[in-house]
């Protein structure tokens, strides 16, 4: 395996940061385009195209999340097969992977498409974008295999250790879908539908990209013919890891929704200032997501070779850097949040709520630290079904109802209801550490057992 595939050798911490930079930069570029649509309907159309573009692109986020979160178990099971020196067998998980996704990605572009009038009167579009946002539902959902492929080389290629083939994918998107967006928004008025066709024709050529540019600079996996037919037992590793996933990332994404309804009912002002902060959020929550979605390959490949301790070693230094740039978030939240804020808006009480409420969230920065990169270090071990668990529990029992009850009881201040999320991710970091203590120590040998079983 080349050097520039092999996670298993050189220093643990360079190398993961080498391995974690581009997925960064990735994660930047996707936040970058998916802002494009928007900011570019916003200067050519009215209101109307831009609140269907919006809300038509939060539905499809939550698409997409789903699938990216599904493909998990490709980037693991590939690390894994990676790091045991087995080529063949990495190889029938990338071929099992796309024979799988193709059939899933259909059905659920038939089922959607089916459905869209539904997840429009779902999403309580108002009556003058409606109809836009049909068009642009449309276009998106019928492109949906599109949009699984476009995840899934990325996917295959972090497994085989080079995060920086995707991102030079995702540059080429982001380039070609403003490019597009431009040209069909504007001189061609297209309005909503300009720009879901600017997105999905920026993936497809993605795409062509990718598997030109994989020809002329191989994996080190090279897929035959019948890596593509389906074997029952790695369809069920991958799905094993990839659904537990896939239905985490769905519930957080229907969990924010009603966090954000909770707060619409505290009127206008309370409303503008959580939108404002999730978005500031959202960018903030780059570095430990991307630090956590590296580390699962990174575990994975290292753990397929039977180096356990410098996959706990991975883990450790992953843990210490998100928490403290956690810990620089909070800062930067108690002295220029309110700053920070005023730069999305100017009217003062928008801020001064927003302010309250960025303080208290930004304790949650902390406690992702922790889990976040503790969930990813459990995939690897195929053990995602804990991640899913943690979630669940953390949004029944601290997320919605703390929220809920912070918006009763404290109507004069988002700060308290900011507290809801920081809660929450205390008790998942606790969950973590005991479940860790217990079940995956580098000193229990049934660690080793298991893995050594799952990779004969």
């Not at 930047?28 to 998916?34: A, D, E, I, R």
């Not at 499809?60 to 063949?88: C, E, N, P, Y």
């Not at 039977?306 to 740039?325: D, E, F, H, N, P």
């Amino acid at each position: 395996m080349e050097n520039r595939f092999n996670l298993t050798k050189g220093p643990i911490a360079s190398s993961l940061f080498q391995f974690a930079l581009p997925y960064l930069i990735t994660i930047f570029l996707q936040q970058l385009y998916g802002l494009a649509d928007l900011f570019i309907a916003g200067q050519f159309d009215g209101t109307q195209v831009s609140a269907a573009i919006s809300i038509g692109s939060q539905f499809m986020h939550m698409v997409t999340v789903v699938i990216i979160g599904l493909s998990m178990g490709t980037t693991v099971m590939v690390s894994r097969w990676m790091g045991a020196q087995d080529f063949k067998k990495a190889s029938r998980s990338a071929g099992n992977t796309l024979t799988l996704f193709l059939g899933v990605s259909i059905a659920l572009s038939i089922i959607l498409l089916m459905s869209s009038d539904l997840i429009v009167t779902f999403l309580h579009v108002p009556a003058d974008s409606i109809d836009e946002c049909l068009k642009y539902l449309r276009i998106c959902l019928a492109g949906i295999p599109v949009i699984t492929a476009y995840n899934l080389v990325s996917c295959i290629c972090r497994g085989c250790g080079d995060s920086v083939s995707p991102t030079i994918f995702v540059l080429a998107a982001c380039i070609l879908n403003i490019g597009l967006d431009v040209v069909f928004v504007g001189p061609m008025n297209m309005d909503a539908s300009g720009a879901a066709w600017g997105t999905l024709l920026a993936q497809f050529f993605s795409v062509i990209i990718a598997l030109t540019f994989l020809k002329r600079h191989p994996l080190p996996i090279q897929l035959r013919k019948e890596d593509f037919k389906p074997d029952p037992e790695t369809m069920k590793s991958l799905l094993s890891i990839g659904v537990p996933i896939a239905c985490q990332d769905g519930f957080i994404q229907v969990a924010f929704l009603i966090i954000t309804m909770i707060g619409n009912m505290r009127g206008l002002t309370d409303a503008a200032a959580i939108g404002i902060v999730e978005k500031i959020i959202s960018f903030l929550f780059m570095v430990p997501s991307a630090l956590s979605q590296s580390l699962s390959a990174f575990a994975a490949q290292n753990i397929g070779a039977a180096k356990y301790g410098r996959a706990m070693q991975s883990l450790k230094i992953s843990c210490i850097t998100a928490v403290g740039y956690g810990a620089l978030v909070v800062l930067l939240a108690w002295i220029a949040g309110a700053w920070m804020i005023s730069l999305f808006i100017k009217d003062s009480q928008v801020v001064e709520a927003g302010a309250a409420y960025f303080r208290s969230y930004s304790f949650d920065t902390l406690g992702v630290g922790i889990h976040f990169c503790m969930a990813s270090y459990f995939c690897a071990y195929q053990k995602s079904m804990i991640s899913f668990i943690q979630n669940a529990l953390s949004v029944i029992l601290f997320r919605i109802p703390l929220a809920w009850l912070a918006s009763i009881y404290f109507p004069q201040s988002l700060f308290w209801m900011g507290l809801a999320a920081p809660i929450g991710s205390l008790f998942q970091a606790f969950f973590c550490l005991v479940y860790f203590r217990r079940h995956l120590s580098l000193w229990n040998p049934k660690i080793i057992k298991t893995s050594t079983k799952r990779l004969s």
